[in-house]
């Protein structure tokens, strides 16, 4: 009996040990994944920045040789201007001359006038002919350098909408990015730089500015952004949140009816809004959300 026991024991801690080893690649695989979670988490968001440097970066390249196509073209088109006129005036002047040789050969020979007269006739021909050459030739030269100049103002005009739209563009994507409301004012204040009337740069902006707290500047922005345009939702939204966190009902109340009935979409908010939470014994608010 005393052999058999000590088998038993031996035979336990055997099968201990061998649930052991068993459970050691397992626990092993989690540390690794843990360890692998908490190193990939942030290399995420250097990825994004890189990502976007190298668009703005592209988009630079693209402006700048854009530059250098336009300045090219306007090179080429005045040369060809000049050429083609400079060509005119000598063959122009060429068939003059053709004429002028011609009628002198007939005068000669039919003895119509004396020399003296026909060099007096084509030095008169000549001045009048040539003037009406030189004004003809300047008028339809200021035709085109104004052409010109209105193709190259439309040009230099679309090139910079194109800059401003691809910098505010990243912008966007910037303030996208950031978790800081500071941050997010700072973007959406660079947008409104190179917009000022950008309407939801400033819905935007007033929405972090009620996040920290900055409540009367977020109203005045609000009713900035509703007077450039009074159909947008979004801000009679945000305007309904300032008043409610300054304790006014009505004029909340009027803000979300407004908003709602321009946009539907924002009936499902109403429960989920945060800054609404001064409305939720109100019976006019409780009415809404019914509708809802």
């Known amino acids: 009996m005393k052999r058999t026991k000590r088998e038993v024991k031996i035979n336990t801690s055997n099968f201990f040990l061998a649930i052991m080893f068993l459970n050691m690649p397992v626990i092993l695989f989690s540390q690794s994944t843990a360890k692998m979670d908490i190193i990939e988490q942030p290399l995420y968001k250097p990825l994004i920045e890189r990502y976007i440097l190298d668009e703005i970066k592209s988009l630079r390249q693209e402006n700048q040789s854009l530059r250098a196509q336009v300045t090219k073209q306007i090179s080429e088109a005045k040369l060809e201007s000049s050429d083609r006129a400079i060509n005119y005036t000598t063959s122009t002047i060429n068939n003059v001359f053709y004429i002028i040789t011609a009628a002198a050969s007939l005068l000669v020979l039919l003895g119509w006038r004396s020399l003296n007269d026909i060099k007096k006739s084509l030095k008169s021909d000549m ?8 004004v003809d030739y300047e008028s339809r030269l200021k035709q085109i350098e104004v052409k010109m100049t209105e193709r190259s103002k439309i040009i230099i005009e679309t090139q910079e909408n194109i800059t401003n739209t691809n910098s505010i563009h990243s ?56 007077e450039y345009d009074d159909e947008y939702s979004l801000a009679y939204w ?36 945060k800054h609404f939470e001064s409305l939720r014994d109100n019976n006019f608010f409780k009415l809404l959300i019914s509708n809802s």
Do not use: V
């Not at 001045?127 to 030189?134: D, G, N, P, W």
């Not at 309904?240 to 908010?269: G, M």
């Open 238 to 273: 945000q305007r309904a949140c300032a008043n409610a966190k300054l304790n006014k009902q009505t004029e909340a109340l009027k803000d979300i009816k407004k908003a709602l009935e321009l946009s539907d979409t924002l009936q499902e908010e109403l429960l989920n809004e």
């Open 127 to 134: 001045a009048k002919k040539i003037e009406t050459l030189t």
């Open 171 to 226: 912008l966007w994507m910037r303030a996208g990015l950031e978790k800081s409301e500071e941050d997010k004012i700072s973007i959406y204040d660079e947008i409104l730089s190179i917009n000022p009337d950008d309407i939801e740069a400033m819905t935007y902006k007033a929405d972090a500015l009620l996040e920290i707290g900055e409540i009367r500047w977020a109203l005045n922005l609000l009713n900035a952004a509703i």
